[in-house]
């Protein structure tokens, strides 16, 4: 009964309780805290599909999506274009560009003057994949990740484009992915949000982010995404004020509990007692975060591993580490979003930055699920929003060059939780312009993240204002190929 | 046992399956309930359309390119009609199940003949299947959809008790509060309902020597008295403003990437100016809809039309110009159905709505209306002053702050400029837009209105916004008033007449007192409108002025209080909580409106997420009073809004929204316990609560009734002298644990107070803004 209770119902509280028949004693006390019991909703008995429960034997349980924010470019990384080194200084063929639309900064341009990586590839792994050289530490697991380079999406600026991959649509406050997966399959530690968010910046352009992508849009707001970091103040309002010990916070929480259940005494409203519970649940946390959140204590190898920039609250590798450490804990959904990467000039060297920020503790992440034995079961996502140009936009110098947004391909990859790993999916044309084989379009992508997890895309919605939305709005095939 | 979580959840999944079955039943009981647990008549309204609805319109319903079957079920003679693919049968045989393809269907066992088919994943309970068996039986009678049938004044229904009703709305209450069985709460004791009444029509909880006025004249004039003296105060304003600015998407910038500053809070001010003065509401939204339009309309009335600018304005380089124009004007066309007429409309902005009778045609007729704006897409980049509104606005001049514009709070002199509309001399050409793509453009139409709703005679109105208002406010119109009245109900009784403010569709639920609504929209409009008068009507009944507490069977009954046989009890709303906590503490600084105000915020929000550009790239906290403003004045960085508005359900301000949520999280504990606006308060009300001469039981007395604003009972008066004594000693123990816990906020700290004695007194005040009923409307 308690699993059952746990697994949570979207329904409201008091329709709950009072249709169960329960009292209001022990069972209900330990039930408020399901999360998905924190707000009213669309009714869970209408579908197959039960919010808190996956639908099948699920590959993966948690996900962690390192989100490059900004648009890393698929021609300096993982899609490798040795004719566009050939071309160097050459008009994109209009036969290629055909008509594509282009973004405001670079359709006034007289010319298309195509570039190709300043960085060298080589081959790696049994499947020889292609890795630039920006990327050292994950070209030794590539035979763990699955590289897609024929992902596409229908915005061309950030905003729309990553608010389209977060939330399945350019515009309008939709619940974010995490926000979903909170939605359809809870938390698993009863001491920890269901979706955290992790922010780290690197020294490339940026072009900033927005707490509506991990908005919980029109689900319960106990499904937002919350902002953990590693420094003194791992989660907002979390710490007591200075000079207040945890037995004082004890006793003030039991005084209030007696003047609470007092309340609850005169008004009978159920309400009342899921605040007392509430308050011990951020009782719990206020213990649970710090602890999780403390990296101070991990051992010697694990920081070798992720780099010694894991040790500086706020940085990608710090934001790996704790990553691991709450996925471990039972975290649904880890969001990292690292900043920097919008290169429209200057790309050679903000690039190496960028890969510097992040190559390393990546590929630690996948190595220390691995050795963990959490890979199998945890979902690892690399990649940003859009891909970029095959042609220089601004200026182009023999070392020096920019590429503007280019929604038609880009590369992306996937590791662990059921995932083929090892393989190279998808291509694009020699000049990396179009995609050639096995597009993967980003509602493909949601509906695939959400089949790994035991969901399916079509069946996981929610009802608001008369229509059953889904991540997926009305398309989206689950990518089979890439299934392990 | 070994069983893997995945089979228990399975096993969960059942076991709910069967409790959900088990109390199925108990949902459809209701008033004229036959014997076979179906209604004695069966309402095509009331009981099949929203079957037909949710689980067959999708493929059987208004959207001509998703129709299957060529079968319409959602008008009368098309279901009638012989089937296009089943030649000599009909869906619906009026009288006749049997030769009834639609039950045939749906109560097929056969897979390949059932509908809804399995593979939608929508099946229908036996408790539908037999309510339309039912209908076709007694004729298959369809009706228009309520909603857009204009409202009528029903008389008066009898009830049992009439000397409980104070007015018309408790009939309707009470009434069918009797045909399920439930008999009103009494009448809450004046303390807490005091504390109601301030909370519903000020926003903020009573002052002591309110509470003591009020509690010395409990006569049924001293309650009218009150709240007239409420309605009357100009925090009434700010109350009702909060509302409207969640539907108005208020915000302080612009919204995408950059998200820099704007200076839309000139017509904030307006809002609470205008109901302050109790603008009627046809004047109040046709101001704002089409003030610029009005003949020798004044500035005032062009103020107000910034509603319509209140949208996300990109300043991200490089995105296509036209691409975001037509997003603004979606926007407002989406925000229009939505706020004003309570449909979603922008279900038809790719494709014909699925549910309601909206073509995409239609969609782009509504749409033409907003689509002559002398605008641009992107009209600059980040920059300075001048990018701080876009074109086309006005410029607030000396003169107008002397003039008609008295209620803006500008207190420097530097250019203010606001965005408010202005449309073109010539007419843009509005296309349909195929899929809703800016460069997909195919139709061309004209200005008009869904013709479900009301069409729009453009012999009778010019085929402008001020058409449109216009059109809105016609007494045939169904929808305008019933969409304002039931939203103001919601505010003040937790949830609407109609459940789903935003949607008085086809999907949306049915009001759950038809009558009332109809009564209220209906006397609002012959009362002129009139905004104050409607919030004192609802105020004013014994339905409002019940206790909240839940008694006898009442929460197995009607847990959700529907039928009202209870007072409303709910958690404020986030402006709403920090207002109580200023003001209690005595904090709070009555000034209204003015530029939006940054209050403490925890480090590195700002800093942490943003491309660098802009003034808003950093957090500039304010300082003195800037510090102690109502919630309604909290700046609203749209990409980063304040995280307490988020943690308390508020709104992020993307686009209308018309309903919050209310959920009870252990963030929001988490705030409460540690928020350094909620600990300041709790140590300058301590402080001033040491200051006043009295007795140490007086002070914990007059602490609860600031915040709890009623006396606290000898049990709570036992164990707060109880804690104070505790928090005493600690502190008295560790007087360095006192100096921490007092360095919180930046209002001084008193010369020559105890910091123990203080530390002690803030932890009790502490330990009361945390209690459940501080932040609850009871």
Redesign the interface.
């Known amino acids: 009964m308690k ?2 209770l746990e ?1 949570g ?1 979207n329904m ?1 509280r ?2 709950f ?5 329960l009292g209001l004693g022990s069972v209900a006390l330990g039930s408020l805290l399901i999360p998905d019991l ?3 909703g669309s009714d ?5 599909f ?1 919010p808190g ?2 639908q099948f ?2 590959k993966a349980k948690r996900v962690i999506y390192l989100f490059q924010n900004g648009a890393p470019s698929q021609l300096e990384s993982f899609d490798y274009k040795p004719r566009l080194r050939e071309m160097l200084g050459q008009e994109l063929p209009a036969s290629v560009r055909m008509g594509q ?1 282009l ?4 359709s006034g341009q007289a010319s298309f003057p195509l570039v190709g990586s300043f960085y060298d590839f080589k081959q790696y792994g049994a499947a020889g994949a292609w890795v630039s050289d920006l990327f050292p530490h994950t070209a030794k697991v590539v035979d763990d990740i699955c590289i897609i380079r024929s992902m596409f999406t229908e915005a ?4 729309p484009a990553l608010t389209f991959f977060q939330t399945g649509a350019q ?3 939709r619940p974010s992915m995490g926000a979903w997966l909170s939605y359809g399959l809870g938390s698993e530690n009863k001491n920890l949000p269901a979706f955290c968010v992790l ?1 780290s ?1 690197g020294k490339g352009n ?7 992508l991990w ?1 919980n849009g029109f689900l ?3 499904h ?1 995404g ?2 953990f970091s590693s420094g003194e ?1 791992p ?11 945890k037995t ?2 004890r ?2 929480l039991d ?2 509990a ?3 259940q ?2 609850y005494q ?7 007692n ?3 519970q ?2 011990e ?2 009782y719990r ?2 213990t649970a975060v710090p602890e999780i959140t403390d990296l101070s204590k991990e051992p010697d190898n694990i920081i070798r591993l992720y780099g010694p920039d894991c040790l500086v609250p ?1 940085t990608y590798a710090a934001n790996c580490l704790l990553a691991r450490k709450l996925s471990e804990n039972g975290v649904r959904f880890v969001q990292l979003y690292h900043q920097g990467w919008d290169q429209h000039g200057n790309l050679p060297q903000e690039m190496a930055g960028q890969a510097r920020d992040v190559d390393q503790a990546s590929a630690a992440l996948i190595t220390d699920l691995k050795q963990r034995g959490l890979l199998d079961e945890t979902l690892v996502i690399w990649g940003g929003e859009f891909g970029r140009t095959n042609y220089c936009q601004g200026k182009m110098v023999k070392d020096n060059y920019g590429r ?2 280019h929604p038609r391909c880009f590369s992306v990859w996937m590791a662990g939780g059921g995932v083929k790993p090892g393989l190279v999916y998808g291509e694009t044309d020699e000049l990396g312009y179009n995609i050639t084989r096995n597009p993967v379009h980003v509602h493909d992508f949601h509906a695939t993240i959400l089949h790994l997890m035991g969901l399916n895309h ?2 996981l919605t929610y009802k608001h ?3 059953r939305y889904r991540l997926t709005d009305v398309a989206g095939t689950v990518v089979k190929d890439i299934l392990a | 046992m070994c069983i893997s979580r ?1 089979s ?2 399975l ?3 059942l ?3 069967l ?2 079955s088990a ?2 039943c ?1 949902q459809h009981k209701g008033p004229a309930t036959a014997a076979d647990g179906l209604p004695e008549v069966v309402d095509y309204n009331f009981h099949i359309r929203p079957i037909l609805s949710d689980k067959c319109f999708a493929c059987h319903g208004p959207d001509a390119n998703k129709r299957k079957a060529g079968l319409r079920l959602d008008i009368a003679d098309s279901a009638y009609k012989v089937l296009q693919e089943t030649p000599g049968a009909h869906a619906l045989v009026p009288g006749n199940p049997a030769l009834s393809e639609v039950f045939r269907r749906i109560s097929s066992t056969d897979t390949a003949v059932r509908m809804p088919p399995p593979s939608a ?2 099946p229908l309970s036996a408790h539908d299947i037999a309510l339309i068996e039912k209908w076709i039986k007694q004729g298959a009678k369809y009706k228009p959809h309520w909603a857009f049938v204009p409202p009528v004044k029903a008389p008066l229904p009898d009830v049992p008790d009439q000397s409980w009703c104070r007015n018309e709305i408790d009939r309707f209450v009470l009434h069918k509060m009797d045909s399920y069985g439930l008999s009103p709460n009494p009448v809450a004791d004046p303390q807490r309902l005091l504390k109601r009444l301030c909370l519903d029509l000020t926003g903020l909880p009573p002052s002591i020597p309110l509470m003591d006025r009020f509690l010395a004249d409990t006569s049924a004039a001293g309650y009218e008295r009150m709240v007239d003296t409420l309605l009357a105060q100009p925090a009434y304003g700010e109350k009702m403003a909060v509302h409207w600015m969640d539907l108005a998407r208020y915000a302080d910038s612009h919204g ?4 820099n500053y704007r200076s839309m809070w000139p017509w904030r001010d307006w809002v609470i100016h205008a109901f302050n003065e109790n603008l009627s509401y046809d004047r109040f939204v046709t101001w704002q809809l089409a003030g610029d339009l009005l003949p020798d309309h004044t500035r005032e009335q062009l103020l107000a039309t910034g509603f319509n600018r209140n949208h996300k304005i ?1 300043e ?6 036209e691409e975001y124009r037509v ?1 603004y004007v979606t926007d407002r066309t989406n925000t229009f159905g ?1 706020a004003l007429l309570g449909v ?1 409309i922008e ?1 038809a902005h790719c494709h014909d709505h ?2 309601d009778p909206f073509s995409q045609k239609e969609y782009y007729e509504l749409y033409a209306f907003f689509n002559n704006v002398k605008e641009v897409g ?1 009209e600059s980049l980040v920059g300075g002053p001048e990018t701080y509104a876009k074109k086309p606005f006005m410029e607030i001049s000396k003169e107008d702050l002397h003039d008609v514009l008295k209620f803006i709070n500008k207190q420097d002199t530097n250019k203010l400029i606001v965005s408010v509309m202005g449309d073109r001399d010539t007419v843009r050409k509005t296309y349909v837009l195929n899929r809703g793509n800016y ?1 997909a453009p195919t139709l061309e139409v004209y200005p008009a209105t869904p013709k479900a709703i009301l069409p729009f005679d453009n012999k009778q109105y010019p085929s402008n916004r001020l058409g449109l208002a216009q059109w809105l406010f016609s007494p045939k119109n169904p929808l305008a008033a019933r969409v304002f009245v039931n939203s103001m109900w919601q505010e003040v009784f937790g949830r609407g007449i109609v459940k ?1 403010a ?2 008085f ?4 639920e049915l009001p759950s007192h038809p009558e009332l609504l109809d009564w209220l929209a209906v006397d609002f409009m012959e009362h002129g409108w009139n905004i104050k008068r409607l919030m004192k009507q609802i105020v004013m009944s014994a339905t409002y002025r019940q206790s ?4 006898g069977d009442k ?2 009954t009607d ?2 209080n529907i039928y009202l046989s209870r007072g409303p ?3 404020l709303p986030a402006e709403l909580v920090r207002d109580l906590v200023l003001e209690s503490s005595g904090l709070l600084v009555h000034k209204i409106g003015g530029p939006s105000v940054k209050p403490y915020q ?1 480090p590195g ?1 700002w800093e ?5 550009r802009g003034q808003l790239a950093t957090y500039r906290q304010d300082h003195n009073e800037s510090l102690y403003r109502r919630g309604l004045y909290t700046f609203i960085k ?4 304040p ?1 307490v508005l ?2 308390f ?1 508020g709104s ?1 301000r ?2 209308c929204e018309v309903k919050r ?11 409460m ?3 350094p606006q909620v ?1 300041e308060a709790a140590r300058v009300l301590a402080a001033r609560l040491l200051e006043t001469p009295g007795a140490e039981n007086e002070r914990l007395r007059k602490a609860f009734r600031l915040i709890i604003c009623r006396q606290p ?1 000898e ?2 008066m036992a ?1 707060l002298t ?2 104070y004594h ?1 928090q005493q000693q ?1 502190f008295a123990k560790a007087p ?9 906020g930046e209002y001084p700290l008193p010369q020559n107070i105890s910091k123990p004695a203080l ?1 002690a007194m803030m ?1 009790v005040v ?2 009361v803004y ?4 501080a932040i ?1 409307k ?1």
Do not use: W
């Open positions: 699993e059952f697994h119902l409201n008091r329709r309780l009072s249709r169960l028949s924190f707000g009213g869970a008995a209408e579908s197959a039960i429960m996956p034997a699920p639309r973004t405001g900064m670079s061309i600026n950030h905003d515009q309008g406050n922010l910046r940026g072009q900033g982010v927005y707490s509506k908005s319960p707001s106990i937002q919350v902002q103040n989660v907002l309002y979390l710490n007591d004020p200075g000079g207040m010990s004082d916070r006793k003030m005084k209030l007696e003047m609470n007092l309340s005169e008004f009978g409203d159920p309400e009342i899921t605040r007392i509430q308050y649940m951020a946390m206020q706020g503007d947004h079509e069946q204002l008369g229509r | 995945y228990k959840g096993l969960a999944a076991l709910l399956l409790l959900l109390t199925a108990r994943n929508m995408y990437q950059d998200d990109t991200e380089g490089g995105v296509i110009d997003e939505k979603t279900c699925k549910y992107l460069d789903t935003g949607d569709g086809m999907q949306g909240s507490a839940i008694t929460l197995g847990p959700e009890r709910f958690r925890p929000l942490m997420a943003t491309s660098g749209r990409t980063v809004p995280p988020m943690i359900d992020n993307d686009q949520l209310t959920t009870n999280t252990p963030l929001q504990a988490l705030v316990m540690n928020d600990l009972e049990k709570e164990l109880a804690y505790d600690t360095a644990k006192a100096e921490k816990i007092l360095s919180v530390a932890q502490t330990m945390n209690l459940e009923e609850t009871t």
